[in-house]
């Protein structure tokens, strides 16, 4: 089967940059969203990061013209039935993404590829909730989508070989450098990012260093382009803590050093908070540490004792 149209489920981060990735290789892309504003939004996003592209010289004006052309957004799933391939990238829940997989399964052809986007849910167990697992498989793009080379591939236990180098090929062809991972939480790319981010959550709680202290050692001293703490705002802290509830559910890592103290508990959730805002505060006094200390331990900690 060849590939030609794609239907993307979830126009946030991750959607409007797989979107904006299909469409730029000449893929007639559907970008979906049940809100109306994540749409919109998604759009403007979308063109703004094609001027960029275009600014620095890595496209021209006139790819990025085909590029919005191939780009049609939708509120249902009216047209889903002409997709050859639907990649899913909701929000990282669980339920959701069953409830959408089976209703998403109903509507496709038959030959259709369904694929999602998950960071750490089991591709076999959302594939199980389809009549099709032979052709569902995991394709977790990198953030930004447009500019990061990796795309994990991850295969369930059902998924044949002739669905994998497909979309192996697919990844090739969108100018990715797919790594086939297996089915275990958080694939590769999580097991691995996900406990480095919760240990500077810890490291920043336990006043170890400031935020821009804790991001300085991971860029000058490893050589990461941007630190854990700017990650984890890139990424969303909600979606960070919805990764690390399924490690910790299905892994079983150590409690972090803050989940036995019970007092945290009975304290309320604070608005939320990006590391971002309190870049600028050289040293968090004891106070105001206590204060953020108790926000990232409800926000970003598994909660299950
Ligand atoms: N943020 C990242 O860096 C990153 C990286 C790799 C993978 N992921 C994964 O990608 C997926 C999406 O993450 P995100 O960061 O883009 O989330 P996001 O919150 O930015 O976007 C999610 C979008 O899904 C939409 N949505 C919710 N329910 C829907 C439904 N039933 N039908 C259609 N759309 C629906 C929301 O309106 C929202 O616009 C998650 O599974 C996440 O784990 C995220």
Wanted: with cysteine; proline share 5%; charged share 20%.
């Amino acid at each position: 089967m060849k590939i030609e149209k794609v239907f993307v489920i979830g126009s946030g981060t991750m959607g409007n940059g797989i979107a904006h990735t299909f469409a730029q290789f000449g893929y007639k892309t559907t970008m979906m969203d049940i809100s109306e504003d994540a749409l919109k939004k998604a759009l403007s996003t979308i063109e703004k990061n094609l001027d960029r592209q275009v600014k620095k010289g890595s496209l021209s004006e006139e790819v990025k013209q085909a590029t919005l052309a191939n780009i049609t957004t939708a509120n249902d799933y009216a047209n889903i039935a002409e997709a050859d391939l639907v990649i899913e990238a909701a929000t990282e829940n669980k339920e959701l993404k069953f409830k959408i997989f089976q209703e998403v399964d109903k509507l496709v052809k038959p030959e259709a590829i369904l694929a999602t986007n998950t960071s750490t849910i089991s591709i076999t167990e959302i594939a199980a909730k389809t009549t099709r697992a032979n052709q569902f498989i995991g394709m977790h793009f990198m953030n930004p989508v447009p500019m990061m080379k990796l795309v994990e591939i991850i295969r369930g236990l059902a998924t044949t070989d002739e669905t994998y180098n497909l979309i192996n090929e697919t990844a090739i062809q969108l100018g990715k450098i797919p790594v086939l991972a297996n089915d275990y939480p958080g694939f590769i790319a999580n097991r691995i990012l996900m406990p480095f981010i919760n240990e500077a959550i810890f490291a920043l709680m336990e006043g170890v260093g400031s935020v821009e202290g804790i991001d300085q050692v991971a860029k000058l001293g490893f050589a990461h382009p941007m630190g854990p703490l700017t990650l984890a705002d890139l990424i969303g802290l909600d979606t960070v803590l919805a990764i690390l509830e399924v490690l910790h559910n299905d892994i079983g890592d150590p409690p972090a050093p803050l989940a036995s103290d019970g007092r945290l508990d009975h304290v309320p959730v604070l608005p939320d908070l990006p590391f971002k805002d309190l870049m600028d505060r050289p040293f968090i006094a004891f106070r105001a540490f206590q204060l953020e200390r108790v926000r990232y331990r409800h926000v970003l900690i598994p909660c299950s004792s």
